[in-house]
């Protein structure tokens, strides 16, 4: 790594995947606002995510479709042939 662009201070924080629950402890420079308790009885700061190797397609073998917020159905929408 070269030095000086890399952050020096990392803290231990908790990911969670919402789309299915999973959450797994380790470090990070980010934090989130929210804290949760782990299994180990210390509090640390949570960081939300969409999708991870527990729900994600590639890895799970399932063609499983996550929409977020209808992403999906705006692209359908807005590419969709004008039948006249």
Known sequence: MKKGIHPETYKTVVFKD???GHA???R???GGKETV???DGNEYPVIKLEISNTSHPFYT???VLVDTAGRIDKFKKRYEKKTK
């Open 37 to 39: 308790k782990w299994e």
């Open 61 to 63: 073998g399932k063609n």
């Open 24 to 26: 797994f402890l380790s």
């Open 18 to 20: 919402m789309s299915n």
């Open 28 to 30: 990070s420079t980010g």
